[in-house]
Every structure is written in structure tokens, then in C-alpha cells.
């Protein structure tokens, strides 16, 4: 089990990219990293709130095609670093790699360009469209969002549309949907939200796909599913997840490796046993309790 070391190295001058930059070229192969089957490279990265540093120097990398554990207490900085990653705020400082590519400071549009996707802990569908409909939402550059598309090339928009269903249609019966196509959004049970989710991360065929809580407030027949589910996608359609779960049976039996932070950095990471073990993260969850019972 790899441990972080319990200084933090100074500052870096490193900047992010301009918020809303272009998709940068520039890879990381130059600056000492390997990078053969790592995705998704987090680099020394920092995210301050006013006078409240939430992410603090955090570094981590996740291999291609696994399925990763992100755990730590409440407030150790999780939710924040899916927020960086997938664009939807800007770091501080620090660098973000996707496959080689520096994307710190993009855009989610962006982001979702180059196959990373993210869900969110409250799941945020359209509960007045059909989940055939919340899918079909998803792809970019349809024709038939154009006016102009619609008056003068229908039969392309109409082929386009049929393509779309049709993928609908094959990820809602990946993920055993297909009952459920012609239900509006709002009418689904947790479990199935949280599934309609992970529909439309697929819709995409990602890189990554970040998870915030899958199995909050589900129950655990749907919370089986939810589980085979992910482990399918990873190795069927080779898609990497990153999950931040705080059910510990859940992630522990799904995910390996395992990354545990606290105070806005990584302190752990290993196998499910050896989080489980280490005392780093007992201490993270317990504080002084842990050397009380020691």
C-alpha cells in the first residue's frame, strides 16, 4: 500500500490552463511520467475557497479500465476533485491529464468532448421526458436541433434519430432499461435514477466515467444490479470508473485499488484489505478514537 507523505511540498507555480481553453496538446510523456495504461493523471493539484483549501497538493493516478475506489471522511475533498476533474470548477493550481492530453481549466463540454463523463450524488434527470428520451438528450451535434436541418434535410435528421434509439435502446438493454423506455424519469425508485445515470454516461461510449454515490439511498436488490452493472461496463466496454461510495461493503467488493483522503489529499492507496487495514485511514475516520483503542 502506497502512503502519502505527511508534509505538503510547497506551492508549485504551476497554473491550470485558461478557464474555457481550446483542448490543450500538451502531454505529460516529457515530464517524467510513464504513462503506459494511466487514463486519468492528477498532479499536485490544489483548489482554495477564499481562505478554505478543500483540495490540498493532491496527486493520484487511475489505470485504464479499472474500477477505483475514492473514499475518505466527510469533507476530506472528494465531491471537490470530481468538480476539477470534470471541469465544472477550476483548480487553483496544479495539473489534470486524460490520456496524455492536460485538461486542468477546461470546460465540462470539453471534458464530455474527450470521453470523460460524471454523475452526480442527487441524480438530475429530466423527470417530465421518458428515460428513452433522458438518453436520446445526451449525444452532441444532433441535426435535428437546428431549424433550418429540420426544413431542409429531414431525411437526415430522421436517420440520425433512428441511430440515437437505437443506441438507447442497446445501452437500456445492457443495463436491463428496456421495461422501464416509456416511463417518465420522475416516476423511477432511487436504484433506477441512479441507473438511468450510468445509461447516460454510456451513451457516450466514455474514457472515464466518474461516480458520486451510486448506492446512496438505494436499496440492495437495485444496489446488486447498480454493481454488476458497473463491473459489466468496465470489462465488456473497457470503461474506467472512479467511484466515491461510503457504503464500504459496496466499494470494497467492487473497486480495486482503493484511494483514501483526508483533508484534501490522498493518504492511502492499495488494495481493498490493506485500506482496510491501514491505519492511516482509521485514523482519517476515527480521529483520536482509533489510538484509544489501540
Known amino acids: 500500500m502506497e502512503m502519502a507523505e505527511s508534509a505538503a511540498p510547497p506551492v508549485q507555480q504551476t497554473q491550470p490552463l485558461e478557464e474555457g481553453a481550446a483542448p490543450s496538446q500538451e502531454s505529460m510523456w516529457g515530464d517524467g511520467w510513464k504513462g503506459q495504461d494511466r487514463i486519468l493523471v492528477v498532479r ?40 476539477l476533474v470534470s471541469g465544472a470548477i477550476p483548480p487553483t493550481s496544479g495539473k489534470i491529464f486524460l490520456g496524455g492530453r492536460r485538461i486542468d481549466g477546461m470546460k465540462m463540454h470539453q471534458t464530455f468532448d474527450l470521453g470523460l463523463m460524471r454523475t452526480f450524488q442527487i441524480p438530475r434527470e429530466m423527470g417530465r421526458m421518458t428515460v428513452l428520451e433522458n438518453l436520446m438528450l445526451v449525444p452532441e451535434q444532433q441535426l435535428g436541433e437546428r431549424v433550418w436541418a429540420s426544413w431542409l434535410l429531414p431525411w437526415r435528421v430522421i436517420r440520425q434519430e433512428r441511430r440515437i434509439e437505437e443506441k438507447a435502446f442497446e445501452v437500456m438493454d445492457f443495463l436491463k432499461l428496456s421495461h422501464l423506455a416509456n416511463d417518465y424519469a420522475d416516476t423511477l425508485s432511487g436504484g433506477q435514477k ?17 461516480l458520486d454515490e451510486p448506492a446512496a439511498g438505494v436499496n440492495r436488490m437495485l444496489l446488486r444490479d447498480i454493481a454488476a452493472s458497473i463491473l459489466r461496463a468496465s470489462v465488456e466496454r473497457d470503461v474506467t470508473f472512479v467511484i466515491i461510495e461510503h457504503d ?19 493518504i492511502a492507496k492499495g488494495t481493498p484489505t490493506q485500506i482496510r487495514e491501514s491505519p492511516q485511514v482509521m485514523e482519517a475516520y476515527l480521529g483520536g478514537a482509533a489510538d484509544d483503542a489501540a
Open 44 to 83: 499536485d493539484l490544489v483548489k482554495d475557497f477564499g481562505g478554505v483549501r478543500a483540495v490540498n497538493h493532491c496527486s493520484l493516478e487511475v489505470l485504464q479500465g479499472s474500477i477505483t475506489g475514492l473514499i475518505g471522511p466527510n469533507g476530506a475533498g472528494k465531491t471537490t476533485l470530481f468538480n
Open 248 to 266: 464500504m461493503k459496496v466499494l470494497m467488493s467492487l473497486c480495486d485499488p482503493v484511494i483514501c483522503m483526508a483533508n484534501g489529499s490522498v
Open 194 to 210: 441512479k441507473l438511468l445515470e450510468i445509461a447516460r454516461t454510456l451513451m457516450t461510449d466514455p474514457q472515464v466515467v466518474l
